[in-house]
């Protein structure tokens, strides 16, 4: 019963937060699951992007003081509606630049070598971009990547083990960057506990939370986080190349940043000109150029809807979703050689599914023909995201069933089992 079309629909009646669905853009007419890349567009979103664009074309110049979302403040409401998401108070959080300008930002301001703290700790299963930047704000400070660059090993490369991670915060770090959630296999790190074990050996601690935002909760400020940053594109469905969100706990509050700029003033004294910056006095003043008002607007749609549903209530539906994604994996497709690589455990797992395959390439490109948009991850991963707002128990059976008819008939095979430029 509990592994036929007829239950899933039943989940999808039982579902509190089924109404979202509507809010949303499928395009044509799919089966979306890959909205741990990109989220999808909302009709609240869009909704927004006309007001800000009638904004701009109603008031001109004085649409950074005037109009319905006023620009000058722009960064600091998104920020006071995205604390819910990462625990934290309205003055710790801004959203704006990047996801690696931030870490760019963040690195510069928290990454002081000294003595034998000189080295910043990371992992070999962030994404690039992470280690793209850290890298660079190494050679910035005149240290060799090789040397001054540590990443924790994965045993099984696909998940890292705490105590792997507080084996490495020796003496020599001054700094950790590390993901909220993996990207490849969507394994959730104990912040709490790294942050405790790092602040007790003198080490100041960062996250990366674009796979983790807006898909589980977080408590940054009562887990004592000194910074953390993110992207909007994803979970949180702000579009493509959205502006980026940074976390700055209050205790830092009152230092220079790293990388000063126009918008890192206090808003009393940014108009007066002067060539002496004088910090805002909260996360606000981590900001660099101008805000990206027009890459802001679809947020004020897409946060709207995440403060009406509760993260609690969407970290309970997705784990529903992906738990019931891997029973009809393990039940439906045990004959096909998938392997499940995240972990099992609610705690443990984040808002998406990761399945290995010699074959997942092709299989990606079949499941695509079909209808079903997955997302695949070299060299041979395929991730699956049922997305809480939008997605539905009944598309995850259909998925499943989909998948099974392909390999049982082999059709992906007429397909080249190697990626597109995008994958």
């Given amino acids: 019963m509990m592994r036929t079309r007829q239950y899933a629909q039943q989940l999808d009646q039982e579902d509190t937060l089924q ?26 979103a869009e909704q ?27 960064a600091e409401k998104l920020g006071k509606m995205s604390t819910n998401l990462v625990g934290a108070k309205p003055e710790e959080v801004i959203i704006t630049g990047s996801t690696t300008t931030n870490l ?5 301001s928290f990454y002081h070598p000294k003595g034998a703290k000189t080295k910043i700790l990371a992992d070999v299963l962030n994404f690039p971009s992470d280690i793209y930047a850290l890298k660079s704000q190494l050679a910035q400070k005149g240290y060799d990547a090789h040397t001054h660059l540590i990443q924790v090993p994965s045993a099984d490369e696909n998940t890292l083990k705490s105590e792997d991670i507080i084996d490495y915060m020796t003496e020599e770090i001054a700094l950790i960057v590390l993901p909220g959630v993996l990207y490849r296999s969507g394994q959730i790190l104990d912040m709490q506990r790294l942050t405790k074990e790092a602040h007790k050996r003198g080490i100041l601690i960062g996250f990366d939370l674009c796979h983790s935002i807006g898909a589980i909760p977080h408590s940054l400020s009562e887990w004592d986080v000194d910074f953390a940053f993110w992207c909007t594109y994803k979970h949180l469905n702000g579009g493509p190349g959205s502006v980026g969100g940074l ?6 509050f009152g230092k220079t940043p790293g990388l000063a700029g126009w918008f890192s003033s206090s808003k009393e004294k940014q108009f007066d000109m002067e060539h002496n910056l004088t910090p805002a006095n909260h996360a606000g003043s981590y900001q660099i150029g101008t805000p990206h008002v027009l890459s802001m607007a679809p947020l004020l749609g897409a946060l709207q809807m995440f403060e009406e549903a509760g993260i609690e209530n969407i970290r309970k539906k997705s784990l529903q979703l992906t738990a019931y994604l891997m029973d009809l994996i393990e039940s439906e497709l045990a004959a096909y050689s998938f392997t499940i690589a995240n972990p099992k455990q609610d705690d ?38 049922p997305v809480a707002l939008y997605n539905t128990f009944e598309e995850v059976w259909q998925m499943v069933h989909i998948l099974k008819t392909i390999m049982e008939k082999e059709s992906y095979k007429i397909y080249e089992n190697k990626r597109g430029v995008i994958a």
């Fill in 48 to 74: 927004f992007v006309t007001e800000v664009m009638n904004d701009w074309k109603n008031h001109a110049i004085d649409g950074w003081t005037l109009g319905h979302h006023p620009w000058f403040y722009l």
């Fill in 19 to 44: 109404h979202f669905r509507t809010e949303f853009y499928t395009p044509n007419n799919t089966i979306y699951f890959d909205g741990n890349s990109l989220g999808l567009l909302s009709k609240r």
């Fill in 348 to 385: 443990e797992r984040g808002g998406h599914v990761l399945l290995l395959h010699p074959e997942a390439a092709r299989i990606c490109r079949a499941l695509k023909a079909n209808g079903i948009i997955p997302d695949f991850r070299n060299p041979n991963g395929i991730r699956i995201a």
């Fill in 104 to 108: 760019h930002q963040l690195t510069a």
């Fill in 247 to 252: 976390y700055v706990n209050q205790k830092h």
